[in-house]
């Protein structure tokens, strides 16, 4: 059974930081893709970031040059470090996981709030 686990949401003020962190569990981490995509109120789930298996990495035009995008095969974990922080990033933040054999799982979602 694959689990995904998120973790790191919170409450800051417009220009702070977070760093989102997705655990892993019941798979080899480091044959899978991730993805992190986040959904505001009342809009569809986008696709923030991914890493492939190789290290490939691509961000949405909405966070280049402020978000950062990693993985640790080590510790089965991949995170999301985000910076300079705008109130248009508060949404729900998820993480998925996606196989070799195209299989996908979803963690269970993280809250951000960018305000003041």
């Known amino acids: 059974q694959v689990q995904l686990v998120e973790s790191g949401g919170g409450l800051v003020q417009p220009g702070g930081s977070l760093r989102l962190s997705c655990a892993v569990h019941?798979?080899?981490?480091?044959?899978?893709?991730m993805d992190w995509y986040r959904q505001a109120p009342g809009k569809e789930r986008e696709l923030v970031a991914t890493?492939?298996?190789?290290?490939?990495?691509t961000y949405a035009d909405s966070v280049k040059g402020r978000f950062t995008i990693s993985r640790d095969n080590n510790k089965n974990t991949m995170y999301l470090q985000m910076n300079s922080l705008k109130p248009e990033d508060t949404a729900v933040y998820y993480c998925?996981?996606?196989?070799?054999?195209?299989?996908?799982?979803w963690g269970q979602g993280t809250q951000v709030t960018v305000s003041s």
């Open positions: 998925r996981r996606t196989g070799w054999n195209g299989s996908e799982n």
């Open positions: 019941g798979s080899i981490f480091s044959a899978n893709a």
């Open positions: 890493i492939t298996s190789g290290g490939t990495i």
